[in-house]
């Protein structure tokens, strides 16, 4: 991390010595036309992940969680996906997105709905994308918050369910309640792991089209080992580190009074 902010005010190339140049590689990234993309594109990207990447490994748990049978046959099909290499998963939905002979058009193919240009589109590539991250690490936080909903005293429910309350109000009124916090550092994490994505862009799309799916990662990137200006690359890492410094430090403020109690 220290080495980073030093290179961030070097030009260099790792061959010559390096020139100390002040703030110049922030100027010169900051005036790319990227730039200003790759942190709307990762705004955007973490947004839509929270939307779907956050609630349905939620849900799902909590339907798991009201199974009586096959629960663990089912828990090991939800976690499987993380246990298979990022590349392999992400070249996997490479294939599914195929505007020609992929599964996903296939099935579209059925109820006569158009084929889409899943990640040739601009408006399909970076929601694609988060479907993908959605569906890599699905089985993590079902995991974890099944845990958790496993952590309620059984007497709750029981007291929901003689006041007469279905599903959705256990859930609301017992559920929520009692996971608060878990769900709150769940979100957090969610937004630092999310606002770092890299290997999806950089294997699907390759930050096209038209940048709609560059990312500040993915754009650090570039410059680094595409254009060979680490400092470039470094002063972006350095921003988005002060990013995520932020988020962080309310993560672990969250911890601190999780622990307490």
């Known amino acids: 991390m220290v080495r980073e902010v030093v290179l961030s005010f070097q030009q260099n190339n790792f061959v010559d010595p390096g020139v100390w140049v002040g703030f110049d590689n922030f ?8 730039f200003r993309s790759a942190w709307l594109n990762t705004a955007a990207f973490s947004g839509l992940a929270l939307v779907i990447g956050y609630a349905v490994p939620f849900v799902l ?30 070249l996997l939905f490479k294939w599914f997105y195929d505007p020609g002979a992929g599964l996903f058009n296939q099935a579209l193919g059925v109820v006569n709905i158009p084929p889409l240009s899943w990640l040739d589109s601009t408006s399909t590539a970076l929601i694609s994308l988060v479907i993908v991250s959605t569906w890599m690490n699905l089985g993590t936080g079902t995991l974890i918050y099944l845990a958790a909903l496993q952590s309620i005293p059984g007497d709750l429910y029981e007291s929901a369910e003689l006041d007469g309350a279905g599903l959705f109000r256990r859930v609301w009124h017992v559920t929520v309640p009692q996971t608060k916090l878990i769900l709150l550092v769940m979100l957090l994490l969610q937004i630092v792991a999310t606002m770092q994505v890299f290997i999806e862009p950089y294997l699907l799309t390759g ?22 200006d680490f400092g470039g690359g470094s002063a972006l890492g350095l921003m988005l580190m002060i990013v995520l410094l932020i988020f962080s430090t309310v993560y672990l403020r969250v911890s601190r009074e999780e622990d307490a109690r």
């Not at 339907?63 to 009586?68: A, H, M, Q, S, Y």
């Not at 038209?210 to 254009?227: D, K, S």
Request: charged residues 10%; without cysteine.
């Open 61 to 90: 748990a909590v339907v798991l969680n009201e199974l009586k049978h096959a629960k663990a046959y089912l828990r090991f099909v939800v976690y499987l996906p993380v246990m298979l290499p990022p590349a392999v998963a992400v």
């Open 207 to 228: 930050g096209g089209p038209e940048n709609a799916t560059v990312t500040v990662a993915y754009l650090m990137y570039q410059y680094a080992f595409n254009f060979g």
């Open 27 to 34: 100027r010169t990234v900051i005036a790319d036309p990227a």
